[in-house]
């Protein structure tokens, strides 16, 4: 049996999923994730990795949906809500999916394909009641799920994990964070990608522990769950604390201070999946009385460095990387840098991928020596802790000779009072190279830039600035709320 189901059964009374002020055990998840599975297999008895693509809205119908297509032998694809047709297709025609789950409101979206591709469609709501539903041995090295890249370069990938490299990204943050049975979690992030999937709900669930769903963001909605007093673990994306902060500071002085009191009880807080501003770290802990356990991961590998759990977190920095995940730096060569240089994070260990869905070159090409994967990342190590200064490709500007952290520029400008946020990119130069410039959202459109860049230049060295800035009224961002640079870039076209 799958892991983290087969350590679901020692939990069955315990609540193991709460939406909509509903209540689910793991004993019910359990039957009817079973159930499902025999849905799903029908007269066969093992789907063999095939390819189940599910459009299902989070809480308990998700859960038991990706738990059934894991017990019946298939490989689940989590699809986008958000996405418009031609994304969701893509995901669809790439993986060659031949099943297809839905909620019931998401049918009229593809039953269309469905019919075209001659996939089988179930819409939720009409499931048959198996019984002794006889399930298939699977073994830890099988495929388990595909989740795809953002595709901020080019068309997104489909990242491949086994069941071995899921259970690796579970346990090492069941230990690392040490989850309990007695915790509780509430769940806002999108379910394609690994922060939702991994870091809250498998976490979870592998502990016994009780997830709750809120299926559309709110301030208002998370901080009134919150005030409940149920919860005391929390993970979020920069741009959700950045946005409870704001609304936090628009209420009454009495809902504040009633607010800080109850966070205050949280026993942990994590934010991940894009850089987390010192500014907005500082103004969080202020409010929260938490200080964020910020942490490093991505598709690919599950997390790789985190903040400790007990000890200091660093503000700015990722932290140390996590037990049984193997950390390198290295230049251009692959070749380890010096202490106190900057390079590439290369990983290995059993939570990093098995494969890019049908893509060997791409997969040959991400991986060097003896399985270490190759992230993209740029970091350096200071005081023992890491800390990211980018992606090579988008966040590593070249300009007149200099390689530049556009993360580090990014990070001095929040700190001015003016600037509520801010995407620094390099566009093509044929002097510099690469030409560094700024798009800023602003709380006063009359702010004079040119005492900007002398406010910065007193901050920073006068080649890390930026020599064009442009002002915009919000930044392009993907479903997990992180900037898509390239549409930065596009702006300045």
């Not at 301030?219 to 919860?231: R, S, T």
């Amino acid at each position: 049996m799958i892991s983290i189901i087969q350590k679901a059964v020692k939990y069955s009374d315990n609540t193991a999923i709460i939406v909509h002020d509903k209540k689910f055990t793991y004993r019910q998840l359990l039957g009817a994730s079973t159930s499902f599975a025999g849905d799903l297999l029908m007269e066969i008895d093992d789907l063999h990795e095939a390819r189940v693509g599910f459009m299902v809205d989070p809480g308990f119908d998700y859960v038991k949906v990706q738990w059934a297509i894991w017990q019946a032998g298939g490989i689940a694809v989590p699809l986008c809500l958000t996405h418009p047709l031609p994304s969701l297709q893509y995901v669809i025609e790439d993986t060659n999916a031949t099943i297809l789950v839905v909620s019931p409101q998401y049918e009229t979206i593809l039953s269309d394909l469905c019919q075209e591709r001659n996939i089988r469609l179930i819409v939720l709501g009409n499931e048959t009641l198996h019984e002794n539903v006889v399930l298939p041995e699977i073994d830890i090295t099988r495929r388990g799920m595909i989740l795809y890249t953002s595709g901020t370069t080019n068309k997104p990938k489909g990242v491949v994990s086994t069941h071995r490299n899921l259970e690796a990204q579970v346990t090492t943050l069941v230990k690392a964070w040490e989850w309990k049975q007695t915790d509780h979690i509430l769940c806002v992030l999108p379910l394609h990608h690994v922060h939702g999937i991994v870091n809250v709900i498998s976490c979870a669930l592998c502990s016994g522990a009780a997830c709750e769903f809120l299926p559309s963001f709110s301030a208002e909605g998370i901080y009134k769950i919150f005030l409940d007093g149920m919860l005391n673990l929390f993970m979020a994306v920069p741009t959700i604390y950045f946005k409870l902060i704001a609304h936090w500071e628009s209420l009454p002085v009495d809902k504040q201070v009633e607010l800080t009191e109850c966070m205050k009880k949280f026993r942990l807080m994590v934010c991940g999946s894009a850089a987390l501003p010192v500014t907005v770290m500082d103004k969080w802990k202020h409010i929260s009385g938490q200080i964020l356990l910020e942490r490093y991961g991505m598709t690919e590998i599950g997390m790789a460095i985190s903040n400790p759990f007990h000890g200091e977190r660093k503000p700015g920095h990722v932290g140390l990387p996590l037990p049984g995940v193997s950390i390198r730096l290295v230049d251009e060569q692959n070749q380890n840098v010096q202490l106190g240089e900057p390079g590439e994070i290369l990983v290995r260990g059993d939570n990093v991928f098995l494969e890019y869905w049908n893509r060997p070159n791409a997969t040959d090409e991400s991986f060097v020596g003896n399985g270490w994967f190759k992230t993209g990342d740029i970091a350096i190590v200071e005081e023992g802790y890491y800390r990211i200064m980018g992606r090579n490709s988008v966040d590593i500007i070249k300009s007149g000779g200099y390689k530049i952290s556009a993360l580090e520029i990014e990070e001095v400008l929040r700190t001015n009072p003016e600037i509520k946020d801010v995407a620094v990119v390099g566009i093509d130069d044929e002097e510099w190279g690469e030409l560094i410039v700024a798009a800023i959202v602003v709380s006063n459109p009359a702010i004079d830039l040119k005492e900007l860049n002398k406010w910065l230049r007193e901050k920073m060295a006068a080649y890390k600035t930026p020599r064009k800035y442009l002002l915009v009224n919000e930044l392009p961002r993907n479903a997990m709320g992180k900037v898509t640079k390239n549409d930065v870039k596009k702006l300045f076209i």
